[in-house]
């Protein structure tokens, strides 16, 4: 398959653990996004990377949100410390490159529930 | 900051009717604003964007949508809806530097009767 996948799909964790998600983008790459969509809700942006730049975290709502990726490839998202609030779809889109002629293709998400 | 307002929740509509999805945007310049849609089990997927130039445009899957200036919208068309465009849609704005940096609405879910 040539679109973004993100694993797991599907996350239970009980509040207080830590959690990461992952995020293969589309080969070639070199923009990559997380968002957060609450139950109901549009799109949070949460962090943008592109290539070796330093990232865009200014959408991340808490310490306790960190991500990472290395070049152009996987990234992970982490959750330390989990709450209920964090429950949410996390979605992951990657681009050509960045900047406003970019497409951003979406992966299907990975939904977390917070127990 | 920008804002994007999505004033329908839930839209119905009957199969071969003509849509509408109503999109509000609030930005200091010239916005960048595009149209998504999610279907169950998939990805988000780009319906159409407008940057600059005509203000009506064109996207996938028949869809159109017009950029109002003075009216601060972006609503979203199709004259012939079909059962398979049962969906959620959201309507973006970039945030002037990066598309993919984007602030969505809280979207519109289409059903469509038979």
């Known amino acids: 398959g040539a679109g973004v996948s993100q694993s797991p799909s599907n996350k239970v964790t009980e509040k207080g653990k830590d959690v990461e998600l992952r995020c293969d983008p589309i080969s070639g790459h070199t923009a990559l996004y997380w968002y957060r969509q609450r139950l109901g809700q549009g799109l949070e942006f949460l962090i943008y990377?592109?290539?070796?730049?330093?990232?865009?975290k200014s959408g991340l709502p808490s310490d306790r949100f960190s991500a990472e990726r290395t070049g152009e490839s996987v990234s992970t998202l982490t959750i330390q410390r989990t709450q209920q609030e964090d429950s949410a779809v996390y979605l992951c889109a990657s681009g050509l490159k960045g900047g406003m002629n970019t497409e951003a293709f979406f992966g299907q998400g990975t939904r977390l529930t917070v127990v | 900051a920008q804002s994007v307002t999505q004033p329908d929740i839930h839209i119905t509509v009957s199969e071969g009717a003509s849509l509408e999805l109503r999109c509000n945007y609030s930005y200091g310049a010239t916005p960048y604003l595009f149209w998504y849609v999610q279907s169950p089990g998939q990805g988000l997927q780009l319906l159409l964007k407008y940057f600059s130039g005509d203000t009506l445009v064109q996207g996938i899957k028949g869809f159109e949508a017009e950029f109002k200036r003075s009216q601060s919208s972006f609503n979203l068309r199709k004259p012939s809806v079909h059962w398979s465009d049962a969906a959620e849609y959201f309507c973006?704005?970039?945030?002037?530097?990066?598309?993919?940096?984007?602030?969505f609405g809280d979207g519109t879910t289409l059903t469509v009767k038979p």
């Open positions: 990377f592109q290539g070796n730049s330093a990232p865009d």
């Open positions: 973006a704005v970039g945030d002037g530097t990066n598309a993919g940096k984007s602030t």
